[in-house]
T-cell receptor, first 113, second 115 residues
Framework: DAKTTQPPSMDCAEGRAANLPCNHSTISGNEYVYWYRQIHSQGPQYIIHGLKNNETNEMASLIITEDRKSSTLILPHATLRDTAVYYCIVRRYSGGGADGLTFGKGTHLIIQP | NAGVTQTPKFRVLKTGQSMTLLCAQDMNHEYMYWYRQDPGMGLRLIHYSVGEGTTAKGEVPDGYNVSRLKKQNFLLGLESAAPSQTSVYFC??????????????FGPGTRLLVL
């Protein structure tokens, strides 16, 4: 699986959009970009994933550049409850040969009141 | 729909004692995983299962055993606990479908302290 690079920490004001960047310059054509987050002392929570196209769900939007070498997770209206460590993970579809996710250090997003 | 549940939430063991952590999922997922997370670190895979009756080793399997007798349950056993196994243990389950990728859903964790 391709390696990812994320800033260690970011601040965002409550109510504003939080934009979390991720670089994955060695991504392969069959690798998906996943985002998870971990709120203090809780299990990781799936947010969103994509392959080539931009994606949106009830939690966030994922913008993937045309060359797929980087992506941005957007939380449109951040709240205090969005304070967490956000992990960008690149992973190929294993087609049934399941293995674990590789969690790096992620970005610690702090939402300021 | 409870998702992924873990039992117990917290446990204190003495060195050499044994215990079993239980993970249950109600999403009919084929794949299940056990991770551990040490302070300030990311999750590391201990063992995983691709279906009922099958298990495989992950990154850090030593000192642990697992069983998947039922599709919905995945058990993690510590035969002789050591202080180095003090950690937070997370269970996860996932589907795997071509074109949709694979998404893992995590339980709330079990905090284990080995004295």
């Amino acid at each position: 699986d391709a390696k990812t690079t994320q800033p260690p920490s970011m601040d965002c004001a409550e109510g504003r959009a939080a934009n979390l960047p991720c670089n994955h310059s060695t991504i392969s054509g069959n690798e998906y970009v996943y985002w998870y987050r971990q709120i203090h002392s809780q299990g990781p929570q799936y947010i969103i994933h994509g392959l080539k196209n931009n994606e949106t769900n009830e939690m966030a939007s994922l913008i993937i550049t045309e060359d797929r070498k980087s992506s941005t997770l957007i939380l449109p209206h951040a709240t205090l409850r969005d304070t967490a460590v956000y992990y960008c993970i690149v992973r190929r579809y294993s087609g049934g040969g399941a293995d674990g996710l590789t969690f790096g250090k992620g970005t610690h997003l702090i939402i300021q009141p | 729909n409870a998702g992924v549940t873990q039992t117990p939430k917290f446990r204190v063991l003495k060195t050499g004692q044994s215990m079993t952590l239980l993970c249950a999922q109600d999403m009919n997922h084929e794949y299940m995983y056990w991770y551990r997370q040490d302070p300030g670190m990311g999750l590391r895979l201990i063992h995983y299962s691709v279906g009922e009756g099958t298990t495989a080793k992950g990154e850090v399997p030593d000192g642990y055993n697992v069983s998947r007798l039922k599709k919905q349950n995945f058990l993690l056993g510590l035969e002789s606990a050591a202080p180095s196994q003090t950690s937070v243990y997370f269970c996860a389950s996932s589907y795997s479908k071509a074109g949709l990728g694979e998404t893992q859903y995590f339980g709330p964790g079990t905090r284990l302290l080995v004295l």
